[in-house]
């Protein structure tokens, strides 16, 4: 055996193996880098490998057979030994094969260095988004395990499968999301890259991950193609490309496939139901399913002129398959949401959430979403301790969605818990940093506070982002600064939304009104007054919140708690901060807690901590 090891050696067998081996490492590294870059298909990169490997054996074979000589290559068995160059040519291969190994170690090095920036080592990553304090307080460094799953393109050739994209990529976001050790960044801020060619650092800075997915779905009738690809955000590189052929039929293995390719490429440990399937579409039924994610869609993007069709949509789905527990759940929330649109009668949208979420509780016990519709649809009515048990089951199934973060965060605020709420908001932008309402919500606090270059930062974000009423807390910022105009224009626009009760040009005269001018008082009070005196069976929540704004928080107190709004929300989200002090000072102030049901629920969960009952029962707010 021994005498064979040296044959090996003096034919510089063992020399050329082990440089072919570590050049070929190097070529695969390199390929896997650049071929996802020329969207290359999976399979060049399997032949390449293939190719290597017989070259592999060939080389070995080469090496036995042939030596080189003065008179070039010949049989090593006919190769005079006086002739023989193998001592020099393996003195070369021995330098040879110290540079390759030296490149090959750099490489290393490299892709070390890069992966341990996002591991807890090296320099502390700075999220430039989300949570309030970011320029204030040190964020942890980026977890190696996180990922943020971007919008798939959509490459079909009419270009009209955009909710299909956004789906696929949501569904492989949400199956992340539910494995315990990894960080998967919030659909919202995720999906804001749709469409913008920014860079993947800056992805993985703002969002705070170490990895992205991104992908693309091309449909064409009945058959799909998705390709999708995971980068490491510190420097670019593809860690896997692959492409998913099929049809419909198959979407829901093709995610399935792409979730666990990820899982297995980030070493995630999959227990339980997780170990047999991470994607639960919820639903068998392709048709049913389409039909949810193009209602998700129009739900996601809070498109009000486009909910009744999505509330169509969402009945044909559950009709197709009345055991589509998710469907329920989607409609639901689409009913809890369009009341604040207007674009439902309120009643009736009420009863609707409150019956579609517990036939998706039932249908799926491991929901949240309709336990969290539940907590805000009973907040509306003004059920206080069931709508915190609401909540409390959503927060318990799913303790990181994002919805139900952010709507415990209001309606805490809304029912006096302020601190709570602030709290919950910051929590929820953790999640999902570039959420627009939640940035809204949190930056308006900050605008009471007079916190305003904190408040400036998240109010523009929520604007980037597409929010269609900022207004309402912009305009509070400008006044302070002492931009009269810039804050008219501001709140009018706000108001838009929920003005529909009211004529062509109401906004701007209550944003005037608002702002100080007396002229536009008085005919804001003839507006509200003509408003009123229609009786309608919900009073707009503009109403109140023009109301204390104008000086009038006596009245603004009488019809939140006499009469039903469209939303509660305007008022009673701004009710307990800084600005309206004067509406807490007043006198009818008690009785409008005892009458709001805010009085009890006090007695049983205890008061905010700006709140004191005297000693004749009555609660008093700072």
């Known amino acids: 055996m021994s005498g064979f090891l040296g044959e090996l050696k003096r034919r510089n067998v063992i020399r050329i193996g082990g440089l072919y081996l570590v050049a ?61 160059i193998a001592p020099q040519t393996a003195r070369r291969l021995d330098r040879t094969i110290i540079v390759v190994l030296l490149l090959a170690l750099g490489v290393f090095a490299i892709d070390k260095m890069g992966s341990d ?81 920014a860079d993947l650092r800056e992805i993985g800075e703002a969002l705070g991950v170490a990895h992205v997915l991104e992908g693309s779905v091309r449909r064409q009738g009945d058959q799909v193609r998705i390709t999708a690809q995971l980068i490491r955000t510190a420097d670019g590189f593809h860690l896997w490309s692959e492409t998913f052929p099929g049809t419909m039929d198959d979407v829901f293995a093709l995610q399935e496939n792409i979730a666990r390719a990820i899982a297995g490429k980030l070493q995630l440990t999959l227990t339980g139901k997780q170990a047999q399937r991470l994607v639960n579409a919820g639903t068998a039924n392709t048709e049913a399913y389409a039909l949810y994610l193009q209602a998700s869609a129009t739900f996601n993007r809070r498109d009000s002129a486009r909910y009744v069709e999505a509330m169509a949509q969402l009945d044909q789905a559950t009709t197709l398959d009345p055991g589509f527990a998710r469907a329920y759940a989607r409609l639901a929330a689409l009913y809890a949401v369009a009341l604040n649109a207007d674009t439902v009668e309120f009643d009736a949208a009420v009863a609707a959430a409150e019956k579609f979420a517990l036939r998706a509780a039932q249908l799926d016990p491991s929901l949240a979403e309709p336990h969290a519709v539940l907590g805000l ?109 810039a804050g008219i224009a501001s709140l009018a626009a ?58 009038e928080p006596a009245r603004a107190l009488a019809l939140l708690q006499d009469r039903s709004t469209t939303n509660d929300g305007l008022l009673m989200g701004e009710l307990f901060s800084p600005p309206l002090a004067e509406a807490r000072r007043t006198p009818e102030f008690p009785e409008f807690l005892r009458r709001m049901g805010l009085a009890a629920y006090w007695d049983e969960a205890g008061p905010p901590d700006q709140c004191k009952k005297d000693t004749s029962g009555d609660y008093h707010c700072e």
């Open 494 to 551: 706000g108001l838009k939304y929920f003005s529909t009760a009211f004529p062509a040009g109401a906004t701007d005269v209550f944003a005037r009104a608002c702002l100080g001018d007396a002229e536009a008082r008085t005919e804001a009070l003839a507006l509200i007054d003509a408003h009123l005196a229609t009786r309608p069976p919900y009073v707009s929540g503009v109403a109140p919140y023009v109301l204390a704004h104008v000086g």
């Open 117 to 197: 920036s996002f591991s807890g080592s090296g320099e502390t990553t700075r999220a430039k988004a989300g949570h309030p304090e970011n320029d204030a307080d040190p964020i942890p460094a980026v977890p190696a395990k996180s990922i943020a799953v971007l919008a798939f393109a959509d490459m079909s050739p009419g270009r009209d499968n955009e909710y299909l994209g956004d789906g696929i990529a949501e569904e492989i976001l949400n199956a992340l999301a539910k494995v315990e050790e990894l960080k998967v960044a919030g659909r919202t801020s995720s999906f804001s890259y749709k469409g913008k060619d």
């Open 24 to 84: 070929a490492w190097l070529l695969v590294q390199v390929a896997g880098t650049l071929l996802p870059v020329f969207e290359a298909p999976t399979w060049v990169m399997k032949v390449l490998v293939a190719v290597l490997a017989i070259g592999f054996v060939l080389a070995l074979v080469v090496s036995w057979v042939f030596e080189l000589t003065p008179q070039g290559l010949q049989r090593d068995a006919g190769a005079p030994a006086t002739e023989s």
């Open 377 to 485: 649809v009973f907040r509306y009515q003004r059920k206080h301790r069931e709508s915190d048990a609401a909540f409390a089951r959503a927060l318990a199934l799913e303790p990181d969605d994002v919805t139900a973060n952010f709507w415990w965060a209001i309606t805490q605020t809304q029912a006096g818990y302020r601190r709570q709420g602030i709290i919950a908001l910051d929590r929820t932008l953790q999640l999902d940093p570039l959420l627009p309402n939640a940035l809204l919500w949190r930056g308006r606090e900050h605008v009471a506070d007079g916190e305003l270059e904190l408040a400036e930062r998240l109010l523009r974000r929520a604007a980037e982002g597409g929010h269609s009423f900022v207004g309402i807390a912009q305009w509070g910022l400008e006044r302070q600064r002492g931009n009269r105009d």
